[in-house]
């Protein structure tokens, strides 16, 4: 928080701003899963079948187990820790998203790096957040 | 907050009841998933094998996966571009998946239109929310 | 809020302790599906084949199910109706999923306890705002 004033958001422009791309980018994941149904022909309500439509499917799906620990998380540890490394891991974040994407769809095996990459963001989200407000408790 | 002002919430009853709607309505798909289960006989820990189990486990599933966009993007939009317009809109978003549920489970093929409803109120929260924070900022 | 006194999550360290150790814990549930990816043999896009897996699958799967439910409503509850007793639902819940994760990876037939604590904490979160919210307005 930064102090006296406003309201939990208004302040928060860059936060509001990283959080909104991230729901952004999962929206376009799940129009390409949309197109990839039609693409290899997996009809509803099925979800496998196909191993191309999967990755597709995959990447949506892995991207939401994802936004679960980030979204509440990057917004602990921007109010809790500090506000402009928070927004900076925020954007970051997105961007592993990206590549754990491209990654995916080339190819299953080289979804690692971009997987990898965004654990390690929630982790320094979360744990910096549990570390920082049991320390400040002591 | 415990003193001073108001809390982030005290003066927002309206949204939070709009979100516990939202909530309700995905516990009770979760509910009609587990009954599906039993009447069509598939065994956890497979949620495949039957497509009338499959259409009732989609409608819970998919729901999730707008959820995750529309809980922060209600709240986003509502704080910073107009409250009264982002819970018009979150009610629309709950009875838009009602109309999804209830097309989904009749036929595959007409989940469309909920679907389509419910897709087009998170893109106006979160492009609503963008454009707004974007243009205010410059 | 928008006028006056301090932020939303200032005085909240135990409410955000809970909501971090709930993430956590579903982190872990994570890293444990990707090792026993490997231990079944399961490859990616692949998420079914083997139950075993299957079972990991779901524990991670069905809390993310309540999680989406749980992270929105455990704030609401906490802020509305009663805080510290928001804080004590929340840490049963992480309790509860614990035992939940016990029970399935042992036996799918062993799932239910769990399940029914997390879901009976969230419908005491969801409907106890609900009722509460509309109760103050009359």
């Given at each position: 928080m930064r102090t006296g004033g406003t309201t939990y958001m208004a302040g928060y422009h860059e936060l509001e701003l990283v959080t909104l791309l991230a729901l952004l980018e999962y929206s376009i994941l799940g129009v390409m899963v949309g197109r990839a149904r039609q693409t290899y022909g997996?009809?509803?309500?099925?979800?496998?079948?196909n191993a191309d439509f999967e990755r597709y499917f995959r990447v949506h799906a892995n991207t939401l187990e994802s936004l679960i620990v980030f979204l509440p998380a990057v917004w602990i540890f921007s109010m809790v820790v500090n506000y402009h490394f928070g927004v900076a891991l925020g954007l970051l974040f997105v961007i592993a998203r990206i590549l754990y994407a491209q990654g995916y769809l080339s190819?299953?095996?080289?979804?690692g790096p971009g997987a990898l990459a965004s654990a390690a963001i929630n982790a320094i989200l979360v744990l910096g957040s549990i570390i920082w407000i049991v320390a400040r408790a002591l």
């Open positions: 997996v009809e509803a309500p099925a979800t496998t079948g190819a299953a095996a080289k979804r």
